[in-house]
Nanobody, 115 residues
Framework: QVQVQEYGGGLVQPGGSLRLSCQTF????????MGWARQAPGGQRDFVAR???????NYTDSVKGRFTISRDGAENVVYLYMNNLKPEDTGVYYC?????????WGKGTLVTVSS
């Protein structure tokens, strides 16, 4: 009965900023990682960013320097701070959380970057 819920999607202009958040519900222990993937219109679900329980982060090249992922382990919450957004960042953003054996996904939140 583990659930993953994203928050914060919406419409933003190019060059703008947006913060996404994600929280897990239920019994998921240990929680080793949380992260984000996105699916652009007509595309596949692609990796965006991930953070481990020890704070190690990884980003896809296209968002490096613009996006920052952070995690609150005590609250099982992860954030994705998105800056200097581009139209190509548009897509459904999915949060995932898990450990070496189990991985759970949220239903996604839509981010639209358009003027």
């Amino acid at each position: 009965q583990v659930q993953v819920q994203e928050y914060g999607g919406g419409l933003v202009q190019p060059g703008g900023s947006l913060r996404l958040s994600c929280q897990t519900f239920g019994n998921l222990s240990p929680l080793y990682f949380m992260g984000w993937a996105r699916q652009a219109p007509g595309g596949q679900r692609d990796f965006v960013a991930r953070i481990t329980s020890l704070g190690r982060t990884n980003y896809t090249d296209s968002v490096k320097g613009r996006f920052t992922i952070s995690r609150d382990g005590a609250e099982n919450v992860v954030y994705l701070y998105m800056n200097n957004l581009k139209p190509e960042d548009t897509g459904v953003y999915y949060c995932n959380a898990g450990n070496e054996r189990l991985s759970y996904w949220g239903k996604g939140t839509l981010v639209t970057v358009s003027s």
